[in-house]
């Protein structure tokens, strides 16, 4: 291809043998062609001029009267191909099979920790549930024990009150007349039994409150207790679980 001054391009056909000679004329521009170029696979051509011009010709062979086009190069001849051996890819293969299996005991490992961890954490609780019953039985036992002490006291009292009071109807029935001073005093020793027997009452009364605040207080403390534990061994369990999330994640990266 030529490229002249007055801006045309012309295919000169030049074989092994014989003369060239000058082929088909294309005018592109009004300017000169300064610049040509064809592709890697010569199938096209571009044409430049000095007033800016550029143009793009398709390049065919006439053979026999007939067009001739040539075949575009392949494109993947211009890709950048990379060739594993089979060892590589074998290697690679085992390599990440060995990864799996080690991944795959990790997590039975972790799974088995995560069980026993669970076991223990069950078996604590339960023991301390037992001990948590087994105070509250003996506060209720306790409790209970004081009830019965205080209501065999009350009907001990009870009983003293009216011994003493069929004791004094009886001696007012046969003294009524000979001994008024002394039903008086028998009277005041009625009022001061009344006396002592309301301030055993209150006095049982503030023992039962006493009893029933120490109970509580005792109750609270160890669901306190409980509630601490249980709390630390879920907190256990949760960091137990992060982590083995995290080798999970670890081992998958």
Request: aromatic fraction near 6%; charged fraction near 35%.
């Amino acid at each position: 291809f030529a490229g002249t001054a007055e801006g045309q391009v012309t295919a000169i056909i030049w074989g092994t043998e014989g003369d060239p000679r000058e082929g088909q004329q294309y005018v592109v521009s009004r300017g000169a062609v300064t610049r040509m170029g064809q592709s890697a696979d010569d199938c096209v051509l571009f044409v430049a001029s000095d007033d800016g011009t550029l143009f793009q010709f398709d390049v065919h062979l006439m053979e026999n009267g007939e067009v001739n086009s040539k075949k575009a190069q392949d494109p993947a001849t211009f890709l950048d191909v990379v060739l594993v051996t089979r060892a590589d890819i074998e290697e690679k293969t085992a390599t990440m099979a060995d990864l799996e299996s080690k991944i795959g005991e990790i997590q039975v490992q972790s799974e088995y920790k995560l069980h026993l961890h669970d076991q223990d954490w069950a078996d604590k609780t339960k023991k301390m549930k037992e001990e948590m019953e087994a105070a509250r039985g003996a506060a209720e036992a306790r409790f209970e024990a004081q009830r019965r002490r205080k209501e065999q006291q009350e009907l001990e009292a009870v009983e003293a009150i009216q011994n003493m009071e069929r004791a004094h109807m009886k001696a007012a029935e046969e003294l009524e007349s000979l001994y008024e001073k002394k039903l008086a005093i028998e009277a005041q020793r009625y009022r001061g039994l009344l006396h002592e027997k309301e301030d055993i009452e209150c006095s049982y009364e503030e023992q039962l409150e006493i009893t029933k605040s120490k109970y509580n207080s005792v109750i609270m403390k160890l669901k306190g207790e409980y509630e601490g534990k249980t709390k630390e061994q879920q907190d256990a369990y949760n960091r137990l679980k992060d982590e083995l999330s995290n080798t999970k994640k670890q081992y998958e990266e």
